[in-house]
Each structure stands twice: as structure tokens, then as C-alpha cells.
């Protein structure tokens, strides 16, 4: 998912606002629920754009697994209570709802005959044991949701179909080498809330991949990973124990849109630390322990959202988020959070935000909850 990219004209100096924070934009977590309408949709717009599922309108399921509902070839067997994946589920089916049960292992023969399945729900289980092939007969499956279990490792042999794997809230220690061979469609990876060091990521993990988006908050990450996919747009960390960027951490991202930082620890960004991630839209550091703004910002042109807010930023310079010159900065910034610092709004002097879009865009002033 890419950040919305808004481009608007400075219609003259902004003013100081002291306006009530604005919220943060970010791909959003599926909770413990997921919605099935929005996925039966978004199946049918990936339908529309030619991915093979055709005859999408069909009638009740004659033979539908006890207590689940089957209609348009969607079988939802959530909330049942249920200890094991259901028997005899219809073999057309392209949405299979499971979430919310009590079914501890995945086995062997689970999926026999679901050639044609699009999306597999297993979220808010108590799935702690995956067979090594209970995925092969998947061949068409796109997303695969296993949030809220008890995993300890990434299940093996994940279907070469696969684009978007959400696996957050688990009790994964590590990402081995080759865990994601062969998915060279992969586009969407949702790592967070899982144990995971950055010694528990293995050289070559992401081998192969050529991932959009990537999160592993809520982790337990020191350092910014560094053999992570080079073809990143969107790439959170939050709510780990950063402390530190280097100038080399960044090094190999220089195709990310949105970063995010924020809720860590970081006292320190090397000078130069920025300089790799020239494409960045939007960048989060809230919830640190920054000391100043970050240098490098006036020379990222493309920069529209910096978000700074809870920090020990106690000074910002004229020139810290804008360039000397009108000509290298592309878009204006329309987000710039300085609340929650220890600087003296009436001291920063309005031309330090003369490349922002609006007086709104800047937020100053403590908004301590």
C-alpha cells in the first residue's frame, strides 16, 4: 500500500498552528478479526483485474460443512469453537473463513482438493503446529492469515501463489535462510508482535523476495536490519529497541516510500544516516529520544510527513526542514509533528517552514495526554 501522495502550493508563509494533533496514516493491523466483506471485495476486484476467478455469483452450497454458512463460493466457519479444520469443504471454494476457533494443528490433508482457493483466515487460533505439506495443494492463494496463534517458526512449503503473508502476534524467534524460496510474488509480509532478535534473521531470509511492504514492530530489534529486500516501499519498525541510525543502515532501501521508527529508542542519527532514502514520502521518529531534528531532511525532495512529536527536541534551526532554495525541494511538506518536545514555539521563526504547504501542516506546542 503506498502513502498518498498529495502535492499542494504554498500560498504564502504558515503561521505557528497549535492545532490538535493529526493522526498517523499506516497499513492497518487486522486485529483479532478479520473482515470478510472487505476481503470477498477485494477478491473480486482481483477477479475484475484478470486473475482467473471467474463464475464469482453462484448459488448456496448444497454440501456445506455442519454449522458453517456457504454462499458465493465463501465458506465461513469462524466462531465455532471448533478443534480442527472442517471435512468436505467444497472444492470451488475461493474464501475460507476460520478464524476465532480453537484448532491447534494444521494437518496434512486439511486443504486436499482447494485448488482454486484465493484467501485461507486461520487468525485467533491456537495453531501451534503446521505439517510441512498441508499447504501444497494450494496452488492459487493469494493471502494467507495466520495472526494470533502460537507459531514458532514460518510453516514450510508456502504456496508459490502466494502475495501477502500476515503472521503478526505469533511466537516466532526466527526467520531461517530460504524461508521464503521460490514465492517470487510476494508482495506483503506482516511480521510484528513476534520475538524476533536481529540475530534470529538469517542471511538469505528474504532471499528472492521483491516485497512492497514489511513490518516487524513490536519486536525486539536493536538495530535496523540490513539484509532486508532492496525493492522495500513501505518498511515499519515500531515499538522495538533501536537505538541508533548509522549511515549504512539505510544503505540498501533507497526505494522506500514510508519509514517508520517511531517508539524506539534512538538518541542518535549519524550525519549522512538519511542520505540512501532520498524517495521517502513520509518518515516517523515519534516516540524517541531524539535531541535535535535529524539532519539531512532540506535535501529530501520528495519529503512530504516527518513526524517528530515526543522526542527531547529542545531547538529546531531555520534551515532544518528546508532547503536554501526553492528549486530542489519537488513537494511541499503537508505533515510536520513537533508537539510533545521541549522547544520553545515562539523562538522558532516561521521562515524554518517556509516549504510547507499550510499553516495546518505544523504542529508545535505540548499535547501531553
Same mark, same amino acid.
Given at each position: 500500500?503506498?502513502?498518498?501522495?498529495?502535492?499542494?502550493?504554498?500560498?504564502?508563509?504558515?503561521?505557528?498552528?497549535?492545532?490538535?494533533?493529526?493522526?498517523?496514516?499506516?497499513?492497518?493491523?487486522?486485529?483479532?478479526?478479520?473482515?470478510?466483506?472487505?476481503?470477498?471485495?477485494?477478491?473480486?476486484?482481483?477477479?475484475?483485474?484478470?486473475?482467473?476467478?471467474?463464475?464469482?455469483?453462484?448459488?448456496?452450497?448444497?454440501?456445506?460443512?455442519?454449522?458453517?454458512?456457504?454462499?458465493?463460493?465463501?465458506?465461513?466457519?469462524?466462531?465455532?469453537?471448533?478443534?480442527?479444520?472442517?471435512?468436505?469443504?467444497?472444492?470451488?471454494?475461493?474464501?475460507?473463513?476460520?478464524?476465532?476457533?480453537?484448532?491447534?494443528?494444521?494437518?496434512?490433508?486439511?486443504?486436499?482438493?482447494?485448488?482454486?482457493?484465493?484467501?485461507?483466515?486461520?487468525?485467533?487460533?491456537?495453531?501451534?503446529?503446521?505439517?510441512?505439506?498441508?499447504?501444497?495443494?494450494?496452488?492459487?492463494?493469494?493471502?494467507?492469515?495466520?495472526?494470533?496463534?502460537?507459531?514458532?517458526?514460518?510453516?514450510?512449503?508456502?504456496?508459490?501463489?502466494?502475495?501477502?503473508?500476515?503472521?503478526?502476534?505469533?511466537?516466532?524467534?526466527?526467520?531461517?535462510?530460504?524461508?521464503?524460496?521460490?514465492?517470487?510474488?510476494?508482495?506483503?509480509?506482516?511480521?510484528?508482535?513476534?520475538?524476533?532478535?536481529?540475530?534470529?534473521?538469517?542471511?538469505?531470509?528474504?532471499?528472492?523476495?521483491?516485497?512492497?511492504?514489511?513490518?516487524?514492530?513490536?519486536?525486539?530489534?536493536?538495530?535496523?536490519?540490513?539484509?532486508?529486500?532492496?525493492? $522495500? &516501499? !513501505? @518498511? /515499519? =519498525?515500531? #515499538? +522495538?529497541?533501536?537505538?541508533?541510525?548509522?549511515?549504512?543502515?539505510?544503505?540498501?532501501?533507497?526505494?522506500?516510500?514510508?519509514?517508520?521508527?517511531?517508539?524506539?529508542?534512538?538518541?542518535?542519527?549519524?550525519?549522512?544516516?538519511?542520505?540512501?532514502?532520498?524517495? $521517502? &514520502? !513520509? @518518515? /516517523? =521518529?515519534? #516516540? +524517541?529520544?531524539?535531541?535535535?531534528?535529524?539532519?539531512?531532511?532540506?535535501?529530501?525532495?520528495?519529503?512530504?510527513?516527518?513526524?517528530?512529536?515526543?522526542?527531547?527536541?529542545?531547538?529546531?534551526?531555520?534551515?532544518?526542514?528546508?532547503?536554501?532554495?526553492?528549486?530542489?525541494?519537488?513537494?511541499?511538506?503537508?505533515?510536520?509533528?513537533?508537539?510533545?518536545?521541549?522547544?520553545?514555539?515562539?523562538?522558532?521563526?516561521?521562515?524554518?517552514?517556509?516549504?510547507?504547504?499550510?499553516?495546518?501542516?505544523?504542529?508545535?506546542?505540548?499535547?501531553?495526554?
Amino acid at each position: 500500500m503506498h502513502p498518498c501522495l498529495i502535492l499542494l502550493l504554498l500560498g504564502g508563509l504558515p503561521a505557528l498552528s497549535r492545532a490538535s494533533p493529526f493522526q498517523q496514516r499506516g497499513l492497518s493491523d487486522l486485529g483479532k478479526k478479520v473482515d470478510v466483506k472487505s476481503l470477498m471485495l477485494l477478491m473480486m476486484n482481483d477477479q475484475d483485474e484478470g486473475s482467473g476467478f471467474v463464475d464469482f455469483d453462484m448459488p448456496e452450497y448444497p454440501g456445506c460443512p455442519f454449522g458453517c454458512r456457504c454462499n458465493m463460493k465463501v465458506v465461513q466457519c469462524s466462531d465455532l469453537g471448533l478443534h480442527y479444520v472442517p471435512y468436505e469443504i467444497p472444492a470451488d471454494t475461493r474464501l475460507l473463513d476460520l478464524q476465532g476457533n480453537h484448532i491447534t494443528e494444521i494437518r496434512e490433508n486439511d486443504f486436499k482438493g482447494l485448488n482454486n482457493l484465493y484467501a485461507l483466515v486461520l487468525v485467533n487460533n491456537l495453531i501451534s503446529k503446521v505439517h510441512p505439506r498441508a499447504f501444497l495443494p494450494l496452488r492459487r492463494v493469494q493471502k494467507l492469515y495466520l495472526s494470533h496463534n502460537q507459531l514458532t517458526t514460518v510453516p514450510r512449503n508456502l504456496p508459490s501463489s502466494l502475495e501477502e503473508l500476515r503472521i503478526h502476534d505469533n511466537n516466532i524467534k526466527k526467520i531461517e535462510a530460504r524461508t521464503f524460496s521460490g514465492l517470487h510474488k510476494m508482495n506483503c509480509i506482516e511480521l510484528g508482535r513476534n520475538p524476533i532478535k536481529n540475530s534470529g534473521l538469517e542471511p538469505g531470509a528474504f532471499d528472492g523476495l521483491h516485497l512492497n511492504f514489511l513490518r516487524i514492530s513490536e519486536a525486539k530489534l536493536t538495530s535496523i536490519p540490513k539484509d532486508l529486500p532492496d525493492s $522495500l &516501499r !513501505e @518498511l /515499519h =519498525l515500531d #515499538h +522495538n529497541q533501536i537505538k541508533a541510525i548509522g549511515l549504512e543502515d539505510l544503505r540498501h532501501y533507497g526505494e522506500l516510500y514510508r519509514l517508520g521508527l517511531g517508539y524506539n529508542r534512538i538518541r542518535h542519527i549519524e550525519y549522512g544516516g538519511l542520505y540512501y532514502v532520498q524517495n $521517502l &514520502r !513520509e @518518515l /516517523h =521518529l515519534n #516516540h +524517541n529520544l531524539l535531541a535535535s531534528v535529524p539532519s539531512g531532511l532540506p535535501e529530501m525532495k520528495y519529503l512530504q510527513a516527518v513526524y517528530l512529536h515526543s522526542n527531547n527536541i529542545s531547538q529546531v534551526e531555520v534551515d532544518a526542514f528546508c532547503p536554501a532554495s526553492f528549486s530542489v525541494k519537488k513537494t511541499f511538506y503537508n505533515s510536520i509533528s513537533l508537539y510533545d518536545n521541549p522547544v520553545r514555539y515562539w523562538e522558532v521563526q516561521p521562515a524554518t517552514f517556509r516549504c510547507v504547504s499550510d499553516r495546518l501542516a505544523v504542529q508545535l506546542g505540548n499535547y501531553k495526554k
